[in-house]
Every structure is written in C-alpha cells, then in structure tokens.
C-alpha cells in the first residue's frame, strides 16, 4: 500500500548503519507528521552537505574546506602523521583535543574475510606521503582487532621499507579509563599488566 | 570542529525518533561517504515526499492521494470506522489485511502527564463523521495502556451520547500469537482466562 515515493524513502532510510525496516518507517512516519520542522529541514542540510563537504585531498578527513582545517592549521605538527582507518576515528582523536599532528585515513583495514586488499586503502598515498614530506613519527592508531593489528603490522614493514629513520608508534593497550577490572577480558589485563609503569 | 552544515545535518538527523548524537554522527558519516547512492537520493526523496503526501481530509491517514485510497475504496465497508491514535496503527492493522472497513486517525490519545487534552484530537470530527454518516459499527483500535483504555472510554462515552444505536467495539486482549505464557504478563494471563471461549 505504501508504493511510490513513501516506499522509497522508506527504503534509504533503513539503507542507513543502525536502521532496519521497522525504525524506518517509524522514521518516514515521524517526518511525515513534522514536515516543516524536520523533513523540508533535513532535505535542504542533506543537500546542502553533499554539495559542501568532501574528502581533504591530502589526508581524507571529510570538511567544507579544501584542504581540510587540520591540513591548514600551520600550528599542527607537520611532521607527525596519524594513521586511521576512518574518519570517525579521526574524529574520535580530535574530539580528545590531545592531539596536534596531522592525519592520514587509510579508508578501512586489510581484511581477507571481506576482500579488502592493500589496493582498496590508501596505502601507496601514505607511503608517497612519508617518503615526500620531513615525517620524523607515524603513529599507526587502528582498531585493537585482529585486522586492524595485521594491517598495523603490514604498515610498520613497508613504512621500514622505504624510510628506515622514522619513528613507528602505536596507540597503548591497557585498561580503559573507569573500567572495572572484573569486567575487563583476560587479553586486556595480561597486556596492561606486561606494559606496566 | 564540525560547525556549520555538518552540525546542523547531526542535529537535525538526531531529533528523529530512536537516533541520538552518537548514531547521528555515524550516520551522517556514512551519508558523506555514499552521496551518490544514498545521501542526494535520500534529500530527493525526502522532498518528493514532502510534496506529494499529505494528511486524508477525511480519516487522517497519509497517501498521495486526497481522500486516501482507503477512503475511496468503494469495495471497503462504509459502515465500519475503525479508530486508531496515529498512522503507525493504522498501517499496522492494513499489514494484516484483515480489516476492509475506514479508519479515522485521533493523532494520539488522551493524556494528562503529556497534557494532551479533547481539544488535541480528531474527536470532534469522528463525532461528525457518525452523526453524519450510516455508520453501523465503530471498532476502538487505541492501546492497552492506561490513556489509551481512558481515551477508549471517554470516545464510547461521547458515540452513545449522539448515537445510541451504533455498535461499539474493542480490540481483544489476550495471549499474543507465539507468546509464551510463561513470559507473558499476569494481567493479560488473566485477561485471556476470562475472555477464553
């Protein structure tokens, strides 16, 4: 009964990471019933994004400037670079205010299971990037899984590779901050119990 | 750092019902990075839905159409109203395909925490629409919570008043279908032993 135009919007919507058919409609419906409110308003912003934000050419973080802010900012460290896996890990570091390098997203970590190879992530550009540029630290921040770990490992030997000086870090592994150790796994106390300081 | 259009798109996408900040972020995200497949299609489809679906002037429901394509559906039962709170509801009875009368949309139920008074809701106009019109039956689709049980009494209230000859009904209560007694709670465990035939 919902054909047409209702029908596909329903279906982008639960298209969207975290939504299924039921949250979608309840979505669609919730639109349709605060027209001018929410859905002339999210049309227009959607509209508006696409045609203002895009990939920083130079690190691959998402932003209405080209280059993005953190590539321009002369007072970052240029010769520090962050490796991340997305830009929500980027975002996840700058939302810390701990960090003052610059980035580079590498579009996702090598995996066999789901076909990502070294050609699907922007690899060769990071590596151009390191051995261009005055990189004195690459700080390798992937995810603490076990694709995010064989890629950081892949990293590290082609970063050797091509520029033996420079220095390879990794984000630490420990005990999150107000994490009860009871809750915590094995692996995890065993590692912050090795890097003790 | 995500000023201007980003921010007012997480704000926006946010306010929806079920999404909060963190998920809007990740969703607005996912949209930045999948703007031809699914970001402009979806401010498109947005709009388009927008123009095209408005409220039936005559039971409340949303479609393209004005009156909806239940209300003129000369193959459904002109004598039966069938009264839900929101669309949601009355979608849901349509899933079933089980219900060939009309509908009439209250747009919520009674409700004196949320302050939603008589003057809130399509009373007026249901009251209309039975004085005005051969109905032989009128079916109270509202929740078993409290404010839908005292919105249902208080409609069955106003109906006998202006049309004592009209045929009230309510949904059953009971056991849901696949529910298991055992996790079912004891007021509708009673209900269903009560009403068992």
């Known amino acids: 009964m919902y054909d047409g135009p209702l ?11 975290g939504l299924g058919s039921r949250s ?16 002339l308003p999210l049309a227009r912003a959607l509209q ?31 010769r520090t670079v962050c490796v991340v896996a997305t830009v929500a890990d980027l975002w996840a570091i700058e939302r810390t205010g701990s960090y003052k390098g610059r980035y580079h997203v590498l579009g996702g970590v090598l995996s066999a299971l789901d076909g990502i190879g070294p050609d699907d992530l922007s690899i060769d550009t990071l590596m151009n990037k ?55 796994d094995d692996g995890t106390i065993a590692t912050a119990l090795q890097s003790r300081a």
Not at 7 to 17: E, R, T, Y
Not at 29 to 38: D, F, M, P, S
């Open 48 to 78: 508006e994004c696409a045609d203002a934000i895009s990939e920083c050419e130079r690190c691959g973080n998402l932003d209405t400037a080209q280059p993005c802010r953190i590539c321009r900012d002369q007072a970052r460290d240029t």
């Open 130 to 184: 390191i051995q261009q540029n005055d990189i004195s630290e690459v700080i390798i921040a992937l995810s603490a899984t076990v694709d995010g770990q064989s890629t950081a490992h892949v990293l590290t030997d082609h970063i050797l590779d091509i520029k033996g000086d420079v220095k390879i870090t990794k984000l630490a592994h420990g005990v999150p901050i107000g994490g009860e150790l009871d809750y915590l």
């Open 24 to 39: 979608a409609k309840r979505i669609a419906l919730y639109l349709l019933t605060h027209k001018e409110g929410t859905m």
């Open 7 to 17: 029908d596909n919007l329903v279906k982008l919507i639960a298209s969207l990471p």
